[in-house]
């Protein structure tokens, strides 16, 4: 039975682990470039982020799902955030970066910042949709 238990919790973190790698990859790949490349991949890419709006979606659910998937397989960086700040903020830089040099070719922009602001804004919601759930579990198991 022990054995059974640890068989499953090693297959969750196996699950979360590659969710995550999931994540981090299609949050850091350059769209643009590709789309740059293959016609068909623009179409579908200008269906999804054709209008600013939709854009600005993009960036806080990628960044909602992933700081939600971190904070499950890291539940300390909920008590050390610095941590998941850091981590967050560097995965935004990251992918800015990315697609500036890949398919952009200019420097920082206003607009930039402002993602990278709405991806923090994402990491946020997950932040605190993931601390207030530990916290009422925890409230919910001493009644």
Same mark, same amino acid.
């Given at each position: 039975m022990i054995q059974q238990k640890q068989q499953l919790q090693k297959h969750n973190w196996f699950v979360l682990g590659a969710l995550l790698l999931l994540l981090i990859t299609v949050t850091l790949f350059p769209y643009g470039w590709l789309a740059e490349r293959w016609r068909l991949f623009e179409q579908? #890419?200008?269906?999804?982020?054709? #209008?600013?709006?939709?854009?600005?979606?993009?960036?806080?659910?990628?960044?909602?799902?992933?700081?939600?998937?971190?904070?499950?397989?890291?539940? &300390?960086?909920? #008590?050390?955030? &610095?941590?998941?700040?850091?981590?967050?903020?560097?995965?935004?830089?990251?992918?800015?970066i990315l697609q500036l040099t890949t398919f952009k070719h200019r420097s920082f922009a206003a607009n930039d910042f402002f993602d990278i602001a709405v991806d923090v804004l994402g990491a946020l919601a997950a932040f605190y949709w993931m601390t207030s759930t530990s916290k009422q579990k925890s409230v919910n198991s001493f009644q």
């Open positions: 579908v #890419t200008n269906l999804f982020f054709r #209008t600013e709006t939709s854009h600005i979606v993009g960036h806080f659910v990628l960044f909602a799902a992933m700081g939600a998937v971190i904070l499950t397989i890291y539940p &300390r960086l909920q #008590t050390h955030s &610095r941590l998941y700040w850091g981590l967050i903020v560097i995965l935004g830089f990251l992918q800015e």
